[in-house]
């Protein structure tokens, strides 16, 4: 209850400012081993009914010495195209994400 009435309160606050709010949130793995999808956000009803945009970061494992490859899942739009992934690079040390086509090559 506490999430839903935070998540509407965010909301709110969102259209009377006119203001985008970034509200991160754990989800939980599937059991089977599936990808995570906006159905894995605790409490997601609430969540997932105020959002306008639900990005899902997945990524197998982080490396700590160098790039790690992480899938972007667009899980919700309200005003576009939803349900597909776009491929980023995640660099560690900089703690910054970066286009995988531009990493190419890198090591």
Same mark, same amino acid.
């Given at each position: %209850?506490?999430?839903?009435? !935070?998540? *509407? ?6 259209? /009377? ?5 970034? @509200?991160?949130? &754990?989800?939980? *793995?599937? =059991?089977?081993?599936? %990808? ?9 009803? /609430?969540?997932? !009914? ?11 494992? +982080? %490396? =700590?010495?160098?790039l ?6 667009? $899980? =919700?739009? *309200?005003?576009? @195209?939803a349900g597909?992934?776009?491929p +980023?690079?995640? !660099? ?5 994400? &970066? ?5 190419? $090559?890198?090591?």
């Open positions: %209850r506490e999430v839903g009435e !935070n998540s *509407r309160s965010l909301k709110l606050a969102s259209m /009377d400012f006119d203001l985008p709010f970034l @509200v991160l949130s &754990q989800f939980s *793995r599937p =059991k089977d081993g599936a %990808r995570p999808t906006i159905h894995s956000l605790k409490e997601s009803g /609430d969540v997932e !009914n105020d959002a306008d945009v639900i990005l899902l970061f997945i990524s197998e494992e +982080l %490396r =700590k010495d160098g790690t490859p992480v899938a972007v899942n667009i $899980g =919700k739009q *309200r005003e576009g @195209v597909f992934d776009v +980023l690079m995640f !660099n560690p040390q900089s703690q910054s994400f &970066q286009s995988a086509e531009d990493t190419l $090559g890198e090591t």
